[in-house]
T-cell receptor
Framework: GENVEQHPSTLSVQEGDSAVIKCTYSDSASNYFPWYKQELGKRPQLIIDIRSNVGEKKDQRIAVTLNKTAKHFSLHITETQPEDSAVYFCAAGYGGSNYKLTFGKGTLLTVNP | GAGVSQSPSNKVTEKGKDVELRCDPISGHTALYWYRQSLGQGLEFLIYFQGNSAPDKSGLPSDRFSAERTGGSVSTLTIQRTQQEDSAVYLC????????????FGEGSRLTVL
């Protein structure tokens, strides 16, 4: 089955700096790579996703890159703000109408004001 | 309902007892997932129901765990003879089946086994 590794497990940055979280996956059949944000005591919520036919996707201050050859993908957050502080999970999955997702262990991001 | 609903939100039980956790997915969503979240362990896949297909049970950690989905809607996760290592937050999620891939999570059921 799929195995997703995520690094780092914790990340502390100063407000305004950039943050990068990296993930690798094992199953070359995976074709869908979402990122979820989980604030303290809240449920995980999708923030951005990318499919295997695309190398990069941006949405305001967040971007995701995918390297299918190397089987790794990354989340980039620019101009970090204190409200970006949360646990971020990457995931990899395959499917069509629905996807079976395997999640990484998460990265606790702390943005210091 | 407006979102995925789970009950109970908190459950404390004694080792050896059975527990049932319930999930009401978003109406019309064809897929339903159960994940387990333990401290430092991320989101561990347990089981996946997709429409009328046989469920993918490959993540269930032992035969003490079972789940069913009745009428393509409500799901129940049952843990028999609970052990202390079963203590975790059990998250349910549903997705629409429209190809977007987005999982909508419930608030979770926190299980504590004493």
């Amino acid at each position: 089955g799929e195995n997703v590794e995520q690094h780092p497990s914790t990340l502390s940055v100063q407000e305004g700096d950039s943050a990068v979280i990296k993930c690798t996956y094992s199953d070359s059949a995976s074709n869908y790579f979402p990122w979820y944000k989980q604030e303290l005591g809240k449920r995980p919520q999708l923030i951005i996703d990318i499919r295997s036919n695309v190398g990069e996707k941006k949405d305001q201050r967040i971007a995701v890159t995918l390297n299918k050859t190397a089987k790794h993908f990354s989340l980039h957050i620019t101009e970090t703000q204190p409200e970006d502080s949360a646990v971020y999970f990457c995931a990899a999955g395959y499917g069509g109408s629905n996807y079976k997702l395997t999640f990484g262990k998460g990265t606790l991001l702390t943005v210091n004001p | 309902g407006a979102g995925v609903s789970q009950s109970p939100s908190n459950k404390v039980t004694e080792k050896g007892k059975d527990v049932e956790l319930r999930c009401d997915p978003i109406s019309g969503h064809t897929a339903l997932y159960w994940y387990r979240q333990s401290l430092g362990q991320g989101l561990e896949f347990l089981i996946y129901f997709q429409g009328n297909s046989a469920p993918d049970k490959s993540g269930l950690p032992s035969d003490r765990f079972s789940a069913e989905r009745t009428g393509g809607s409500v799901s129940t996760l049952t843990i028999q003879r609970t052990q202390q290592e079963d203590s975790a937050v059990y998250l349910c999620a549903s997705s629409s089946g429209q190809g977007t891939g987005e999982l909508f999570f419930g608030e979770g059921s926190r299980l504590t086994v004493l």
